[in-house]
């Protein structure tokens, strides 16, 4: 990881701020949302729950792209383009709440799309090798 | 463009937000930058230059998403799926000084990526019938 992200934007991904990612629909249309982001040393990590788009998309085609924005600077942005090498249930709620602290000082509250419930909610962590990364403006 | 984008979230187009552009690579794999955005009565419209990867994606997939984030609210986003239903260097030239106008307050300076000049770059404008919208949070 930290010799694909340029030292220059490594700080876009430390500090807690939102990502864009986009998976790709069935039909080849892009689906974006608003998510939390964190990286490990080989992998940018994203969350989600069992049946959401992304991760329905994201078993259809592993290939997802995450830009996070600088807020202070609109023109500067990390877009990773990558792989989902693991989607794993395994750790998953450990990591919604590491997330969680990460974003808002607290574990996770819980939230839920208008299928799940605290029951039937399942957490999944998608863990993205990154396979092109593109640092704006370059260095 | 009225009916499809909610009153609620129309604010997120009208304003000098950045949006975050994807398009898909021919190998399915997401292409993310930052653009400016604006709309008319029936279009999404953002531009580029011809022979930028985004424009040489839309040649071969014209299916495109937009997404604006509130600079203020991280979880207060516009998601616009669309198609591009004409890209055009007709009108492209003014577009850009327009949108530049919007973002800066000022017309455009021309910026170039590293195959183009002043003399070499050709403007376009791409007009996005949007085909779904997701407003987060949902009213």
Redesign the interface.
Known sequence: MTQLIPASHQDLLEKPL?A?V???MP????????VWVDADDLYVRINSARGRQKDKNLLN?P???V?I?D?QN??R?L?V?GVVEEATTEGAVDHINALSVKYTGQTYFGGFNTRETADTQTRVMYKIRP??VTA?PGS
Chains 1, 2 share one sequence.
């Open positions: 939102y864009v986009t998976t790709v039909d080849g249309q892009p689906q974006s949302t608003v085609n290939k997802v792209t830009l924005l807020p609109a023109f942005w877009e383009r396979t092109k704006f």
